[in-house]
């Protein structure tokens, strides 16, 4: 049971947090019913995203068993069969697109299918393509805010998910700068794409998105303010710490660390310190 555990990788829901990014901006989470449906989108891309990941681990089986941290994983290591892992995984699916049936609106079936689609056809073949392998990654964020929005009916402003998608393409791109600093000649083994990236080209990457989150961030942030009321400043002051985050991070990555993104946050003390701000700011902005 413990490795069936591990394979779902519990610790990566964490990313799924997106969900409550747009119904919480729309100022409805306050609303029981509203908060209850947003909660059902949450816990259907949770068993989307395990179950992707128990495909993605059987298709990788053979290449993570070379990796010098993958190999320890409960498939390529032969705690969880690759048949337990394509049974589980399909459960986990059809769990997801049923919880989010309980939202109430086909548009969030449709979101988390899509989101499936794109998660297991990058397992199956995006990854194998440079540049396409990090949008399509990225994508996957987008569509995490994009189900919370549809649960609760909200919409989802242009520079919102601008923002969303420059930073996670930011996410993405450290990821793979992080990997190919730390494995080398061997990361090439391992991950295709990564012989096709240069660091010449993965920092242009991260400064490109890094500029486009920060930008498409303070633009909503205004956008916001003057929908709402032009005197509410915590609008504005909510960009400190998004920029002071997004310069935290990029040290990280200069530091050599960021291959796993969700170890960086979970351990990087001013991250989450930065984090806890920014969702403070935010929530008297929304809800003062």
Request: proline share 3%; net charge neutral.
């Amino acid at each position: 049971m413990n490795a069936l555990i591990r394979t779902a990788r519990p610790k990566q829901w964490t990313k799924n947090v997106l969900v409550f990014a747009a119904p919480g901006a729309a100022g409805v989470l306050d609303e029981p019913k509203q908060f209850g449906i947003t909660c059902l989108a949450f816990v259907a891309m949770c068993l989307a995203s395990s179950g992707t990941y128990y495909w993605n681990d059987a298709l990788d089986i053979e290449s993570d068993r070379e990796h010098p941290t993958k190999r320890f994983r409960p498939i390529a290591s032969g705690e969880v069969r690759v048949r337990t892992a394509h049974a589980v995984g399909t459960v986990l699916i059809v769990a997801a697109l049923a919880v989010a049936a309980a939202t109430g609106r086909w548009q969030t079936v449709g979101v988390v299918a899509l989101y499936l689609a794109v998660t297991l056809s990058y397992s199956a073949v995006w990854k194998h393509i440079a540049v396409v392998d990090l949008v399509a990654i990225a994508s996957g964020f987008v569509l995490r805010a994009a189900a919370g929005a549809v649960a609760v009916d909200v919409p989802m402003s242009s520079w919102f998910v601008l923002c969303i998608t420059f930073g996670s393409l930011f996410i993405v791109t450290g990821k793979r700068f992080a990997e190919s600093r730390e494995l080398g000649e061997h990361g090439r083994k391992l991950r295709a794409t990564l012989g096709d990236y240069s660091e010449g080209f993965l920092r242009f990457v991260l400064a490109l998105a890094c500029g486009g989150a920060l930008v498409s961030y303070c633009m909503w942030a205004f956008e916001r303010r003057d929908l709402v009321d032009a005197q509410n400043h915590f609008y504005e002051l909510s960009i400190v710490p998004v920029l002071t985050a997004f310069l935290r991070y990029a040290l990280v990555l200069e530091q050599g660390h960021g291959a796993a993104p969700e170890e960086v946050f979970a351990s990087d003390r001013v991250l989450q310190i930065l984090g806890l701000l920014w969702v403070i700011v935010f929530g008297l902005a929304v809800y003062t």
